[in-house]
């Protein structure tokens, strides 16, 4: 098994490409913590792992607060030892506002959720892996991270951040055996839909958005990302740090 022994936090693991990966790194051997602000779906997914006989813990809360997200980190090192493995994931959308329509609510809700909250695990989970050994870091991105038409600003803003995230601490940690990647995904079957209220969408950005949305040239499951974030937590990805990888069917091409 590729992560035997090993221990892993990811976050948003209640349903969509986190509760992918929770699926899949408990069958590859991971023990667990996982995360998310459901807490029906969160209990749902724990115990239907620990069925299974899998080592894991569920941390019912937002990302977006400090405490919370610093307590996955102090909890896999209190329950296991060790953290091997972080896969940031958790993440909102905005409502396709642009600069001129985007209110300072929905700007500093989608950037704690898709930006501070990454900063704050990965900075409290850099701590203990640039002197244990090193570790894995996962990001997920979007192409909204590297194009503009995807979303609105406050999204798009994030998820470039959370790129500018990723290359840095890829670097600046390269030699304390940290590697920190990012997948960038196209469009994915989750529900993340549901974190944009028909009635609050902007009309004007919501038509710019449809139109780059109409060259996607194929639709991902969860699991499409999920055996992504596995190769990049796994050893057979050892030398690749760094790295921002599209996995949109070929979008990004265009």
């Known amino acids: ?94 409502y396709m506002q642009g600069i001129d329509e ?12 898709n930006l501070y909250g990454p900063m704050y695990t990965t900075r409290k989970a850099v701590s203990f892996m640039k002197d244990n050994g090193g570790g894995s870091i996962i990001n997920t991105s979007s192409v909204a991270g590297i194009h503009g038409g ?24 390269a030699k304390a055996g940290i590697r920190c990647n990012a997948i960038c995904p196209g469009g994915t079957a989750t529900n993340i839909a549901d974190t944009m209220p028909k009635d609050k969408l902007s009309a004007f950005g919501g038509e710019r958005a449809g139109l780059y949305a109409s060259i996607m040239p194929g639709f991902l499951q969860p699991i499409d990302i999920a055996n992504l974030a596995l190769f990049l937590a796994s050893d057979d990805s050892k030398n690749i740090n760094g790295a921002i990888i599209n996995a949109d069917a070929g979008w990004g091409a265009a």
């Open 102 to 113: 985007v209110t300072d609510e929905i700007w500093e809700k989608v950037l704690k959720v």
């Open 1 to 94: 098994m590729k992560l035997e022994g090993k221990s892993a936090i990811i976050t948003g693991a209640g349903s969509g490409m986190g509760l992918a990966m929770a699926n899949l790194f408990s069958s590859e051997g991971a023990k667990l913590i996982l995360s998310d602000w459901n807490k029906e779906r969160l209990d749902k997914v724990v115990s239907e792992l620990k069925a299974k006989g899998s080592k894991v813990i569920g941390i019912q809360g937002n990302i977006a607060e400090k405490a919370v997200a610093e307590s996955l980190v102090a909890k896999s090192i209190e329950s296991y030892g060790k953290l091997d493995i972080l896969c940031n994931n958790a993440g909102i959308m905005d």
């Open 150 to 173: 995807a979303a609105g600003l406050a999204y798009t803003v994030s998820k470039h951040g959370l790129i500018g995230l990723t290359r840095n601490t890829a670097w600046i940690y």
